[in-house]
């Protein structure tokens, strides 16, 4: 079993920047992969950034590439999600997931980010 536990989210003006860190905790040993996705409100989850623990391969939503950053720290571990020029679009729950080299995959319970003036 793999625990996640989202921190960071929070209010924020358009063109603002926030950090979200996503702790994870249990069995971390078989985590290959993490990820954030987001849920806007009526609209279904969508990918927004993912990366493999041991290389630090990354892949990102085209609606985020050039404003937000994967990053990790396997030490920890824990995957943080850098988001820059934030754009009220940006809006939503970001649940962040870890995938075990199982095939197994856990989620966490989400943060709420809300860009608004």
């Known amino acids: 079993q793999v625990q996640l536990v989202e921190s960071g989210g929070g209010l924020v003006q358009p063109g603002g920047s926030l950090r979200l860190s996503c702790a994870a905790s249990g069995s971390t040993f078989s985590v290959s992969a993490m990820s954030w996705h987001r849920q806007a409100l009526g609209k279904g989850r969508e990918l927004v950034a993912s990366?493999?623990?041991?290389?630090?391969?990354?892949n990102y939503a085209d609606s985020v590439k050039g404003r937000f950053t994967i990053s990790r720290d396997n030490a920890k571990p824990t995957v943080y999600l850098q988001m820059n020029s934030l754009e009220p679009e940006d809006t939503a729950v970001y649940y962040c997931?870890?995938?075990?080299?199982?095939?197994?995959?856990?989620w966490g319970k989400g943060t709420l980010v809300t860009v608004s003036s």
């Open positions: 997931r870890a995938m075990t080299a199982f095939g197994a995959i856990y």
């Open positions: 990366i493999t623990m041991t290389y630090g391969s990354t």
